[in-house]
């Protein structure tokens, strides 16, 4: 599989802020992916993450509210903006690594994130 | 209808039995299927792949895929309490990059 690492692990933030959230992998991927887990639910795909171009969003989800960057084939980022405690949720990160079996997708350890 | 369908449990068995673990999907067309395992506060762990109608083995688990009738299934043998987690059913319909997942199933496995 690959090393992936998510920083931070956890957070507290106050309403109306913004978090970013790093994801950083020691293998070539060739897909990364942002999801979502609301507490008690199952993983909620948020987009794709895009090397060089705009990630590519899921239905319900906005790049005003969440933008992502991935300026490499290895490390992206997810920034959850204008936080209200709806935001409340563990985020993840997941890649599909080059040369392994087909479709797999590995996570990150998460970043859990808690709005006040 | 959801995409991916399980049944939330909790599946509790005994120590050294078999559990088993269901999922439905609706897209006819999807080729990959996953089974993940994912512990209370832990990020989801891959346990097993499948892509072709039958059983697969992978120590004491078995990923069974039955494309006709749209199911797939995990069996854990000889259960061990350290089974107990939520396992997610993942599935890659046939026209997208992404994987859907179903709600997942808790499994209690009792000494």
């Known amino acids: 599989s690959a090393v992936i690492s998510q920083k931070p692990s956890r957070d507290i933030c106050q309403r109306g802020t913004s978090l970013t959230i790093q994801c950083q992998v020691d293998?070539?991927?060739?897909?990364m992916f942002w999801y979502r887990q609301q507490p008690g639910q199952s993983l909620t795909l948020i987009a794709t993450a895009n090397q060089g171009s705009e990630a590519t969003y899921e239905s319900g989800f906005v790049i005003d509210k969440f933008p992502i960057s991935r300026p490499n084939l290895t490390f992206s980022t997810l920034t959850v903006s204008n936080m209200s405690p709806e935001d409340s949720s563990i985020y993840l990160c997941?890649?599909?690594?080059?040369?392994?079996?087909?479709?797999?997708?590995?996570f990150g350890p998460g970043t859990r994130l808690t709005v006040l | 209808q959801k995409e991916v369908e399980q049944n939330s449990g909790p599946l509790s068995v005994p120590e050294g039995a078999i559990a088993s673990l269901n999922c439905t999907y609706s897209d006819r067309v999807s080729q990959s299927f996953f089974w993940y395992r994912q512990y209370s506060g832990k990020s989801p762990e891959l346990i097993m792949s499948i892509y072709s109608n039958g059983d697969k083995e992978d120590g004491r688990f078995t990923a069974q895929l039955n494309k006709a009738s749209q199911y797939v299934s995990l069996l854990i043998r000889d259960s061990q309490p350290s089974d107990s987690a939520t396992y997610l059913c993942a599935v890659k319909p046939g026209n997208t990059g992404k994987l859907i997942f179903g709600q997942g199933t808790t499994l209690q496995v009792k000494p």
């Open positions: 997941s890649v599909e690594v080059a040369g392994l079996a087909k479709d797999e997708q590995f």
């Open positions: 293998s070539q991927v060739t897909m």
